[in-house]
């Protein structure tokens, strides 16, 4: 299945409303193989990714990036936190910037247009 169409069914199937903090957020859980397919394109898969270019882990995430989006809570750094809690800072990533996060991978993987 093409992971565009993957991503779509994913999002609906996923999508629902919890409160937090008397709040409502739509949650979205992204499938493991599209997380996988992102940091195979962002950092050839590696988790513990640290090129020196200022982003870190599987999904290359800048580090005031990371710190905005609560992964402090797991590490001071993405390649210092497992992939779990990567693709979970990643989902909260996806929820305040969309794919454009991740803007070539995301339009080589047809996430975006």
């Not at 739509?26 to 997380?35: G, H, N, P, T």
């Not at 210092?80 to 305040?96: D, M, N, P, S």
Request: negative net charge; proline residues 4%.
């Amino acid at each position: 299945m093409p992971v565009a169409v993957l991503l779509a069914v994913t999002a609906l199937c996923a999508a629902a409303l919890v409160p937090v903090g008397g709040r409502a957020w739509s949650a979205v859980r992204v499938a493991d193989l599209i997380w996988d397919e992102l940091a195979d394109c962002e950092s050839g898969g590696d988790w513990r990714a640290d090129t020196g270019n200022g982003y870190y882990g599987g999904l290359q995430i800048w580090a005031p990036t990371w710190t905005e989006a609560g992964g402090l809570r797991f590490a001071d750094r993405p390649d210092h936190a497992t992939r779990r809690e990567q693709t979970t800072v990643g989902e909260e990533i996806l929820r305040r910037q969309g794919w454009e996060a991740w803007p070539d991978c995301a339009r080589e993987l047809g996430l975006v247009g």
